[in-house]
Nanobody
């Protein structure tokens, strides 16, 4: 069955960095575009970053552009999100999401809290 193991979340001070990782199994990872979403309390889930199936193209939401980097390793079935210069407004649960032609799958989420 489809499984995701997300890791790397935690508490960090403003200006700090975290690296989120999502390890996937149970589907043909290299055929799926991958995305990271986040959802803060009381807010809608929003797209943070995306990467194509082959990894050749990436896109970022305006608030994170220049601070976050999405990458993937199709040999290891992982997608990462490097987050630098973190701000309190980046506090949210972060979810990886696999998007295929017919199906899409969600990870369970990992919490990121940016606070002094």
């Amino acid at each position: 069955q489809v499984q995701f193991v997300e890791s790397g979340g935690g508490l960090v001070q403003p200006g700090g960095s975290l690296r989120l990782s999502c390890a996937a199994s149970g589907f043909t990872f290299s055929s799926y575009a991958m995305r990271w979403y986040r959802q803060a309390p009381g807010k809608e889930r929003e797209l943070v970053a995306s990467i194509t199936a082959g990894g050749g193209s990436t896109n970022y939401a305006g608030p994170v552009k220049g601070r976050f980097t999405i990458s993937r390793d199709n040999a290891k079935n992982t997608v990462d999100l490097q987050m630098n210069s973190l701000k309190p407004e980046d506090t949210a649960a972060y979810y990886c999401h696999a998007v295929g032609l017919w199906y899409n799958y969600w990870g369970q989420g990992t919490q990121v809290t940016v606070s002094s």
